[in-house]
C-alpha cells in the first residue's frame, strides 16, 4: 500500500515505468533539463502532453492568483517573488498553445517548410517576459533592504506560501504520472521541476516565520534569493532557444541519426548528416554511400528504408532527405598506387557548387572526383592541393561522357593523400574556391 502511494505521488519508480517499456533500446533525446520556451518533442508530439501541458497552466494559474492576491494585502516581497516565479512557469505555456496553433498549417509557396519557426518566436517571448519578472522582483526586493516596510497579516503570507507548495506539488505528481504513462523523461523532469519549486514556495514560509520572529529583513532576503533562482531560470532558457534558433541540436543527436541510417545493411558508410529542429519537429539530410553498382531503383528503396529506420529510431524525426553516393573509395583491400585506403569523401559546398570531394581507383589508376549534387551551368572545376613545399598542385576536372554532373580529374593527385585543398569553380565570369581537407585513413602505408 505504501508503496502504490509513493509510485502515485512520483517518489518511486514503477517496475513497468521508462526504464522497461521496450522499444530498440536507445536514447533520443538524454538528459532533459527545464527550461521555459523550448518543449520536448515527446511532450508535444502526443495528445497526453499537450494535455498535460493545460492542465499544469489552469492549476498553477490557480495558485498564483492566491498568492497575488495575498501580495496585495501584505506587501510581502518574498510571496511576491515567489509568484512571479509560478506566474512564469504557468504563462509559457500561452505563447507555446499560439505557436503549436499556427505551427499546423500546412507548408506554402511562400512557407515552403510550415510555420514550424514560430515556436522559437515564443521562446523568445518567454524568455523576454521572465527577465522582465525577475529585474522587477530584484527591485523590489533591494528597494525593501534599503528602505524596509511593516508587513502584514504575517498568517496569510504564511497560507500564501503553503498553497504555493500545494499547487506546485499537485503540478509535480501530474506531470510525472503523465510522463510516466507516454515514456517522456522531459515531462518527468519538469514534474521534478515542479516539485522543486514547491520548496521555493516553503521559503516564503521560513522567511513570514523570520519577520513574526523579529527579523524584520528575512522577507526581501527571501525574496532575494528566490530572484536569483528566476534568473537562473532566464540563463537555462536563453541557452536553449537561442541554440535551436541558430539551428543548433542537442548533443547525440547526429550520432543516433547515424547510428540509425547504419542499420540498413545496403548502407555502407554515413558520410555527412545535417539536423536542426524546426519548433518541435526534427529534419535531417544526410548522405549514404552504397555500392557503386546499385541500380537508380535499388537506390530509391535503400533510400526509402533509411527514412524508415531513421523514423522508427527518433520520434520527434518528421522530415529526412537521404542522398545516395556511389562508395568505391571507401571499400576496403587493396587498391591501385600501393596503398590500403583512400581517404574518407568529404563534403564541399557553396554558392556555384555542392557535392562530394573524393579520390578513386579507376583502370588508369587513382583520380579526383568530384560528384555534384548542384553545379552551376558551364562551369569548370579545378582542384588545387596545398603542398608543404608551398607548391600548389593543380589538377583539372573534366566531365565524365554522358554525366556533367560527375567531374573526374585526368591526373592522379601525388602522394601523401593529406592536405588543404580548394575546389575552384569558375562559370558565367564568376569563380569560387571551395575549401576542403583530406586525411589518410588509420594504418595507411605508403608503397616503398
Known amino acids: 500500500m505504501l508503496r502504490s502511494a509513493l509510485i502515485w505521488l512520483g517518489f518511486a519508480q514503477p517496475e513497468s515505468g521508462p526504464a522497461h517499456a521496450g522499444g530498440h533500446g536507445h536514447d533520443h533525446g538524454g538528459k532533459h533539463g527545464h527550461t521555459h520556451g523550448v518543449v520536448d518533442p515527446t511532450i508535444a508530439t502526443t495528445t497526453k502532453g499537450i494535455w498535460a501541458i493545460k492542465w499544469s497552466f489552469v492549476i498553477l494559474a490557480i495558485t498564483s492568483a492566491l498568492q497575488l492576491a495575498v501580495v496585495f494585502a501584505t506587501g510581502s516581497v518574498a510571496l511576491l517573488a515567489d509568484t512571479i ?25 511562400r512557407f515552403t517548410y510550415g510555420l514550424g519557426r514560430v515556436e522559437d518566436l515564443a521562446g523568445i517571448s518567454i524568455v523576454g517576459i521572465i527577465l522582465f519578472s525577475a529585474l522587477f522582483a530584484g527591485y523590489e526586493a533591494i528597494s525593501r533592504l534599503v528602505h524596509p516596510q511593516p508587513i502584514t497579516l504575517l498568517w496569510a503570507v504564511a497560507v500564501a506560501g503553503v498553497i504555493g507548495f500545494i499547487g506546485n506539488e499537485a503540478v509535480a505528481v501530474f506531470r510525472i504520472r503523465v510522463g510516466r504513462e507516454i515514456d517522456s523523461a522531459a515531462l518527468i523532469a519538469d514534474g521534478y521541476h515542479a516539485r522543486t519549486d514547491g520548496l521555493t514556495s516553503l521559503a516564503v514560509v521560513f522567511g513570514a516565520a523570520g519577520v513574526w520572529a523579529g527579523l524584520p529583513l528575512a522577507d526581501p532576503i527571501i525574496g532575494l534569493i528566490i530572484t536569483i533562482a528566476i534568473f537562473e531560470i532566464v540563463w537555462q532558457s536563453s541557452k536553449a532557444v537561442f541554440t535551436r534558433m541558430l539551428d543548433g541540436v542537442e548533443p547525440g543527436i547526429v550520432a543516433e541519426i547515424t547510428h540509425a541510417a547504419e542499420h540498413v545493411g545496403a548502407v555502407q558508410k554515413v558520410l555527412r548528416v545535417r539536423a536542426r529542429w524546426l519548433g518541435h519537429r526534427l529534419t535531417t539530410e544526410l548522405d549514404v ?31 529526412a532527405h537521404v542522398r545516395v553516393r556511389p ?26 557548387a555542392e557535392g562530394v570531394m573524393e579520390i578513386i581507383d579507376t583502370p588508369a589508376g587513382e583520380r579526383f572526383r568530384f560528384t555534384a549534387a548542384r553545379l552551376a551551368p558551364g562551369a569548370q572545376a579545378i582542384a588545387v592541393i596545398d603542398r608543404p613545399d608551398g607548391v600548389a598542385e593543380t589538377l583539372r576536372l573534366e566531365a565524365e561522357p554522358g554525366n556533367a554532373l560527375c567531374l573526374v580529374s585526368s591526373e592522379a593527385p601525388a602522394e601523401p593523400h593529406e592536405f588543404d585543398a580548394r575546389l575552384q569553380v569558375r562559370a558565367g565570369g564568376r569563380e569560387e574556391a571551395l575549401p576542403f581537407h583530406m586525411a589518410e585513413p588509420v594504418g595507411h602505408v605508403h608503397s616503398v
Request: proline letters at 9%; glycine letters at 8%; aromatic letters at 2%.
Open 85 to 109: 516565479h509560478n506566474i512564469g512557469d504557468a504563462v509559457t505555456a500561452i505563447p507555446l498553445w499560439i505557436a503549436f496553433r499556427l505551427a499546423r498549417r500546412p507548408p506554402s509557396q
Open 289 to 319: 554511400a552504397v555500392s557503386g553498382s546499385t541500380t537508380v531503383r535499388e537506390a530509391e528503396a535503400i533510400s526509402a528504408e533509411v527514412e524508415a529506420v531513421l523514423a522508427d529510431h527518433i520520434p520527434a524525426l518528421t522530415s
Open 327 to 352: 562508395e568505391e573509395s571507401a571499400g576496403t583491400g587493396q587498391s591501385h598506387g600501393g596503398h590500403h585506403h583512400a581517404p574518407d569523401p568529404v563534403p564541399v559546398r557553396g554558392e556555384m
